[in-house]
């Protein structure tokens, strides 16, 4: 039998008995009905398992930055360059071990990218640089050199500057060949009072004045990127190296500005014209060659090296090359964290004339890098003609013409 429908809403709706209509037509019209919900309930479901389907095979609406590396499909001559095309010399390395086995292993390594002669700028002082001279010697000392470094503590003591000076004089009798000074001289060293030591501090003259006595080179890292003093959001070109590395995060009272270290460092600068200065890391204007450019003709006793900052001269390979063509006698080779295998962005970047190839580190650099093509002529100066004019008691027979 016909299961009776249920016709009360008709009711409801028209507010009057449903029996109003004929049985058949009240038949006919709930069918109706039913089949026409069916239809509307099954094309909702069909549309509800498109619209997932659509979404899950839909790109992601977003992506962390350090997760987006997109394949380029630029198609170019590449010239990839794991070897220098001449012996060079790293003015800018560090190494905190030189014991015997150790400078076995660097030498593999050294021989491998063609570098002749490594710089290590973490010789210490005292009896610690002694050692590490020591080794060289017993191991081969064509191949590595030494510098000095100074310890700042009780600067401001009676007699304290007199002892430094006498210190380094030791040190360079013992075999050091330059001097190094780190970025903890204007951040970081106090004196007896706990008051912070500027670069430029006069009861440090004494001893810039015996390097260039001494004939000795002082290679001096000031500062940071300026970066690290600029607000940390989405303008800030190291945002990623900052929140990756926060401790590199800089403010106006941390412990000053960017450009009060700056010019306490040039003030040094000028005020020992007898004394020859590296300037570490292109003096942190390797995003700005005009600036760098008219310290260096404004001080002639500056030269500079690139270490760490290759991916800015890679991203203006023009102005890079017209930088390099101008103060080529007065630009060194220089690496700074011993990673063997980035040194062939250095030389990729300075060999050739490859376009848009990556940098080794992201968070140094997002963009691509750009070769500016040096000629061999300058190639030579930058890679060791330059050091073996600066830097004493290199072996020069290691070196071609």
């Known amino acids: 039998m016909q299961k009776p429908i249920n016709l009360t809403w008709i009711d409801k709706f028209y507010g009057r008995s449903p029996y109003f209509i004929n049985k058949s037509v009240q038949y006919w019209l709930f069918s109706i009905f039913a089949v026409m919900k069916k239809l509307l309930f099954t094309w909702f479901s069909v549309l509800l398992i498109l619209n997932v389907k659509g979404q899950s095979s839909a790109p992601a609406a977003k992506m962390d930055f350090e997760a987006y590396n997109p394949t380029p499909t630029l198609v170019v001559p590449t010239n990839p360059t794991m070897r220098a095309r001449f012996p060079f010399i ?26 002749k ?28 050199i030494v510098f000095a470094n100074i310890d700042f503590r009780g600067v401001g003591e009676a007699g304290w500057t007199e002892k430094a000076v006498k210190a380094l004089e030791e040190d360079v009798k013992y075999g050091a060949n330059g001097l190094k000074i780190f970025k903890n001289l204007g951040f970081s060293v106090k004196d007896s009072e706990g008051k912070r030591v500027s670069v430029d501090d006069p009861r440090l003259d004494a001893i ?25 959001d989405e303008h800030n070109e190291r945002w990623l190296e900052i929140v ?88 060194l080779f220089g690496k700074d964290s011993w990673v063997p295998d980035e040194y062939a962005t250095y030389f990729r970047v300075l060999e050739t004339e490859d376009e848009y190839f990556p940098y080794h580190k992201k968070y140094h650099a997002f963009w691509a890098m750009y070769g500016i093509g040096l000629p061999d002529n300058i190639l030579k100066k930058v890679y060791y003609k330059n050091a073996l004019r600066i830097i004493p008691n290199i072996d020069k027979s290691q070196f071609p013409d």
């Not at 002669?117 to 005292?126: C, F, I, K, P």
């Open 90 to 115: 790293d003015v800018h390395n560090h190494q905190g071990n030189m014991a015997p086995g150790n400078l076995e292993g660097l030498l593999k390594e050294m021989d491998r990218l063609n570098m």
């Open 117 to 144: 002669v490594m710089v290590n700028l973490s010789g210490g002082n005292g009896t610690n640089l002694k050692s590490k001279i020591d080794n060289v010697k017993s191991i081969s000392p064509k191949r590595f």
């Open 208 to 232: 810039w004045a015996k390097c260039g006595e001494l004939k000795i080179p002082v290679l001096i890292h000031t500062a940071d990127p300026k970066s690290f003093w600029d607000p940390v």
């Open 244 to 331: 990756t590395h926060p401790g590199r995060k800089r403010g106006p009272d941390n412990p000053v500005p960017f450009e009060t270290l700056i010019e306490e460092q040039h003030k040094m600068f000028k005020k020992h014209p007898k004394t020859t200065f590296i300037a570490a890391h292109f003096g942190w204007y390797p995003n700005d060659l005009t600036k760098l450019g008219k310290l260096m003709d404004a001080l002639p006793n500056i030269v500079v090296e690139f270490g760490a900052v290759i991916a800015e001269l890679g991203r203006q390979p023009k102005t890079a090359r017209q930088f390099f063509e101008k103060y080529q006698d007065r630009i």
